[in-house]
């Protein structure tokens, strides 16, 4: 039995009030397990970056409870919930990943800046930058890479402080079928051999043979698709 | 720091911009003190070396000692021990075709401002046609012992001596004997001199004589409270204009990184981690700035011709460094605060 590592239960989230309201996520009960790829599909509008910002602590839920390695993180203050980020929740985003003046190897060292214990040791990080292939990066700005680069470096980089959940916002937005492939592979490689939870919130399909779990969201309402 | 170095490392034509606005800005302001003070020290070097608390003149004069007349009979009141008797009257001074506006400053040699004359060369005037002149005036014109005309006198006066720190409303002082200025200044035998001057504070019961304090004195030369105000004006503009300068570059800087600033934030990097940052960039740039400035505007006083009058106080400069960088520190308030509001759920879906 795999390790339950983030859940929602009953989780809705409105915005606006009376004849403003708006539901964005409806009475959402879900559960992400570490070594397990969960894929989040569903068309614009429908919910699913909400779920991830619930997810990774940048909202609260309006009703229903968040569960983060069995404790509540619903009603964490700012200061907490940055802290349960950076600590536990590695991120990757579609853009903007990569801090711009930042070499590839500054940008672990900034993780090291605000959290200098528990990181990565120097074989995990050596292990995590030769299976990401980026070992020849690390002296790059960002702008010298492509697309795919900077993801893998992104990957990397939300790696870093060894979370025990990986979220992800469409992060083969901007790639083709091939990188696809390679980021897919990447985030399955990191569930399967890390014991992470992975999940991926997106629009692309092509990303489902590398997922344990599809689930898909339409009008704030989830359902899974497996 | 780490964001910040790293920052300017990589965006030198950026940060070389700002700089070079912080350093201009900055020049501007030393240069703008140091003749501000220039001028101010050219109003009063010579009031200053007297070492006087307090200047007794007639009403009417309304603080101008050029204007002031005292008859013999007040300052024989006035006198005494610790007082010293001055007639002081703007003149020109001749020499062969050359022409030159200066301040006769007539006075006793038993009395202290004498005494305390500080002479760069030659001695006090012992006769009636001696004088010592300002250090300050070109010698190669008004050389020891050249004689020169002075005012209304038809005596030749020959240079005996030159005095430092000689230089009263900007002109350049000529010390004399105090029966001369009344020669030179054209005025009958009942007046004695135009100021009193005292170690101590002074009161009078002549309602025709007013006292005025070191400060006052000062005050009331001719032009010098309004040169004042005006460098004074002029140099907090600058420093405004530095503030508002600051303030614009540091958020238009931020709002361009907005992005990456918000996914760090959702990343779970601190906002004072992201804050010490911007204040970290803030005083590096207001620091590199300043001293660049000031080490230019030193190299500039060794260009600017003598009759420029241009005086560094480190002190001054000091104190207007540290002004410009708490106004550069201020400048960062508004970038702190909206990097403080960002909102890290803005970078995630769209």
């Known amino acids: ?226 | 720091m780490f964001l910040a170095i790293r920052e300017i490392k990589k965006e030198k034509l950026r940060y070389g911009l700002i700089l070079t606005v912080v350093v201009l800005i900055s020049y501007l302001i030393f240069i703008l003190s140091a003749l501000a003070l220039g001028l101010a020290t050219a109003n009063t070097a010579a009031v200053d070396s007297w070492q006087s608390k307090s200047f007794v003149m007639t009403k009417d004069a309304n603080g101008n000692a050029g204007q002031s007349l005292l008859t013999t009979k007040q300052v024989d009141q006035l006198s005494d021990d610790k007082t010293a008797t001055l007639g002081i009257t703007p003149v020109n001074m001749k020499i062969g075709g050359k022409r030159e506006s200066a301040q006769f400053v007539g006075m006793n040699n038993d009395e202290y401002i004498a005494k305390n004359l500080q002479l760069t060369k030659g001695h006090l005037p012992k006769a009636a046609n001696e004088v010592v002149l300002a250090d300050s005036v070109d010698k190669d014109i008004y050389g020891m012992g050249d004689k020169i005309s002075i005012g209304l006198s038809d005596t030749k006066y020959k240079i005996v001596g030159y005095a430092k720190n000689a230089t009263y409303n900007t002109a350049p002082v000529i010390y004399g004997a105090l029966a001369q200025w009344r020669v030179i200044k054209g005025v009958s035998d009942q007046f004695q001199g135009s100021v009193v001057t005292s170690k101590t504070s002074q009161s009078v019961d002549d309602k025709a004589l007013k006292t005025y304090s070191y400060q006052a004195f000062i005050n009331k030369l001719p032009g010098y409270t309004p040169q004042k105000a005006t460098f004074g004006l002029m140099i907090g503009f600058l420093i405004v204009i530095s503030l508002i300068v600051i303030t614009i570059f540091l958020y238009i800087l931020t709002v361009q990184k907005l992005p990456n600033l918000a996914v760090l934030r959702a990343q779970g990097i601190p906002n004072r981690f992201l804050a010490q940052n911007t204040l970290f960039e803030t005083f590096f740039i207001m620091a590199t700035g300043i001293v660049v400035g000031a080490v230019l505007s030193a190299l500039t006083e060794f260009g600017i011709p003598d009759s420029v009058p241009m005086a560094f106080d480190w002190g001054l400069m000091g104190l207007i460094a540290a002004g410009l960088m708490v106004t550069g520190l201020l400048g960062a308030i508004i970038p702190i605060r909206v990097i403080s509001k960002i909102d890290p759920v803005s970078v995630i879906g769209g």
Do not use: C, W
Not at chain 1, 133 to 138: F, T
Not at chain 1, 181 to 188: D, I, P
């Open chain 1, 1 to 226: 039995m795999r390790e339950e590592k983030l859940a929602l239960e009953h989780v809705t989230k409105q915005f606006g009030q009376k004849t403003n309201l708006v539901t964005a996520l409806e009475d959402v009960s879900l559960a992400f397990k570490a070594g397990e790829v969960s894929l989040i599909i569903g068309p614009s509008g429908s919910g699913k970056s909400t779920l991830l910002t619930i997810l990774g602590g940048l909202q609260t839920p309006t009703d229903g409870s968040v569960r983060l390695n069995g404790h509540d993180i619903s009603d964490l203050s700012t200061k907490e919930a940055e802290k349960t980020r950076l600590e536990q929740i590695g991120f990757v985003l579609q853009a903007y990943n990569l801090v711009p003046y930042l070499t590839v190897a500054d940008q672990f060292k900034l993780v090291d800046q605000v959290k200098p214990n528990n990181n990565l040791s120097q074989d995990g990080f050596d292990k995590i930058i030769e299976t990401l292939g980026i070992q020849k990066l690390l002296n790059k700005y960002p702008g010298e890479l492509s697309g795919g680069q900077q993801q893998r470096v992104a990957i990397a980089r939300a790696l870093y402080t060894d979370p025990a959940i990986i979220l992800a916002d469409e992060p083969t937005a901007a790639l083709d079928t091939a990188r696809v492939k390679e980021v897919g592979q990447l985030f399955a490689n990191i569930a399967h051999d890390e014991e992470k939870a992975v999940v991926i919130v997106t629009h692309d399909d092509r990303l489902r043979e590398f997922s344990d779990n599809v689930y898909k969201i339409v009008d704030g309402k989830l359902s899974n698709t497996d």
